[in-house]
């Protein structure tokens, strides 16, 4: 099993800047946003999205900044 390929997202977390970063995230909610409306994947995943954009704008414990990178590598944006 080859581990860099799981860990290649997170990596890609980590040396993002913060401007990257919420840019990533708006693109993702804008084609999240083209779904249909009653997509139970779009509204979860919008949900995660909106998450990340409000854990991004606060100052985060360790714990918190941990739930991020998580959050951010399960999207694989």
Partial sequence: M???VSTQPKN???QMGYEEKTAAVNEEMKR???LPVNSTYATH???VLNKILQLLSIQR???QDE???????????
């Fill in 2 to 4: 080859d581990t860099r």
């Fill in 61 to 63: 414990t360790a714990a």
């Fill in 32 to 34: 999240m946003n083209r």
């Fill in 67 to 77: 739930e991020l990178q998580l959050l951010f590598a399960g999207l694989s944006l």
């Fill in 12 to 14: 890609q977390w980590e």
């Fill in 45 to 47: 995943r919008l949900r």
